[in-house]
């Protein structure tokens, strides 16, 4: 199987506190995968250390079958954070820029990765705007533009449509699907489980473990039954862990 990533028994521990307990993941080239679950799950310390900016304190983690992440690596991963990460006091064409000068491109890279982004986002008559005068969903699409504007094999989204309107997170995520047909991973971390939906395989996070890994309908089925919700399969998967623990 051509996996993108690959873990055995992440983990990561914040002195006494352990934040991922033994994630193992399996994680298809050219696939969405959400990592699923409430806050102080262990989503984003898990995301942190699948792009290299947090170690973990034990297990492993096979990018592309290579087990340390290199800078050469990092440079074929995109990442965009839960928190805007533009910046609003500059224009839309001085952030594209911005980002485009850390990760190297030349002069005519840039202008082509410019318009493309600005085509994307749409937003192509406003790169003159200050990134303060956008709307949340243009925001967005913009940071997302600026996450791979060096054309990333592996992208991390952590809860990227947080706060955004039922309108823009429609349109954000047809734009992740067509970077999927550009063979494009995409790792998402999500509240709302109609975007899980979308997902080819989701894995669901409590208290720094992972309960379940499978597609949405796998594991609809194997909790419950195909027309159950996410949120109740949630739900009951929580459950069923409190009673083993208490069992």
Same mark, same amino acid.
């Given at each position: 199987m051509d996996y993108a990533i690959y873990t055995e028994n992440l983990t990561k521990k914040f002195g006494e506190f352990i934040a991922v307990n033994n %994630?193992?993941?399996?994680?298809? !080239?050219?696939?969405?995968?959400?990592?699923l679950g409430s806050n102080g799950s262990g989503k984003s310390t898990t995301i942190r250390m699948l792009c290299g900016i947090l170690k973990p304190t034990s297990g492993k983690i096979y990018l592309w079958q290579n087990e340390n992440i290199t800078d050469e690596l990092k440079l074929k991963i995109g990442y965009m954070s839960q928190k805007?990460?533009?910046?609003?006091?500059?224009?839309?064409?001085?952030?594209?820029?911005?980002?485009?000068?850390?990760?190297?491109?030349?002069?005519d890279l840039l202008n082509?990765? #410019? !318009?493309?982004? #600005?085509? #994307?986002?749409?937003? %192509?008559d406003k790169k003159d705007y200050l990134v303060s005068q956008l709307s949340g969903g243009w925001k967005q699409r913009l940071a997302l533009g600026c996450a791979?504007?060096?054309?990333?094999?592996?992208?991390?989204?952590?809860?990227?449509?947080?706060?955004?309107?039922?309108? *823009?997170?429609?349109?954000?995520? !047809?734009?992740?699907?067509?970077?999927?047909?550009?063979?494009?991973? %995409?790792? $998402?971390?999500t509240h709302f489980m109609e975007e899980a939906e979308l997902c080819h395989k989701i894995g669901f996070l409590h208290a720094g473990k992972l309960l379940i890994e499978d597609t949405p309908l796998n594991i609809k089925k194997s909790v *419950?039954?195909?027309?159950?919700?996410?949120?109740? %399969?949630?739900?009951?998967? $929580?459950?069923?862990?409190? $009673?083993?623990n208490d069992a």
């Amino acid at each position: 199987m051509d996996y993108a990533i690959y873990t055995e028994n992440l983990t990561k521990k914040f002195g006494e506190f352990i934040a991922v307990n033994n %994630v193992s993941l399996k994680i298809k !080239q050219g696939s969405i995968y959400g990592l699923l679950g409430s806050n102080g799950s262990g989503k984003s310390t898990t995301i942190r250390m699948l792009c290299g900016i947090l170690k973990p304190t034990s297990g492993k983690i096979y990018l592309w079958q290579n087990e340390n992440i290199t800078d050469e690596l990092k440079l074929k991963i995109g990442y965009m954070s839960q928190k805007f990460s533009l910046y609003p006091s500059l224009t839309i064409k001085e952030n594209i820029k911005f980002y485009a000068n850390l990760y190297g491109l030349n002069e005519d890279l840039l202008n082509i990765r #410019m !318009q493309e982004i #600005m085509k #994307m986002a749409g937003i %192509v008559d406003k790169k003159d705007y200050l990134v303060s005068q956008l709307s949340g969903g243009w925001k967005q699409r913009l940071a997302l533009g600026c996450a791979i504007i060096h054309k990333p094999k592996l992208l991390f989204l952590d809860e990227p449509t947080s706060g955004a309107d039922p309108k *823009a997170r429609k349109i954000f995520w !047809q734009i992740i699907e067509d970077l999927i047909k550009q063979n494009i991973t %995409v790792i $998402v971390t999500t509240h709302f489980m109609e975007e899980a939906e979308l997902c080819h395989k989701i894995g669901f996070l409590h208290a720094g473990k992972l309960l379940i890994e499978d597609t949405p309908l796998n594991i609809k089925k194997s909790v *419950a039954d195909e027309n159950t919700s996410l949120n109740k %399969v949630f739900a009951l998967l $929580v459950k069923q862990k409190a $009673v083993n623990n208490d069992a």
